[in-house]
């Protein structure tokens, strides 16, 4: 198992979905910029997908909104 910590943007508004047991689940994708720039001169953006579960998922399907920016710890299985 890896460790994972993550800054960029909500890049659409989170959607909240029960599982089994009534636990909630959200799914979301964060933009990441590169720290370097392309042969334009613009910075390219990785979307990660990421997934919250239980009070977590909970938290961003109520503060979270779309283009806000978020530093996230987690593991990478």
Request: net charge positive; charged share 20%; proline share 3%.
């Amino acid at each position: 198992m890896n460790s994972v910590a993550i800054v960029g943007r909500i890049t659409r508004e989170v959607e909240i979905r029960y599982g089994q047991n009534q636990t909630a689940v959200c799914g979301f994708n964060v933009a990441v910029n590169r720290p370097f720039r392309n042969a334009q001169g613009q910075y390219d953006a990785d979307s990660i997908p990421c997934v919250a579960i239980g009070t977590s998922a909970e938290f961003m399907g109520k503060y979270v909104r779309k283009g806000d920016l978020l530093s996230i710890t987690g593991s990478h299985i």
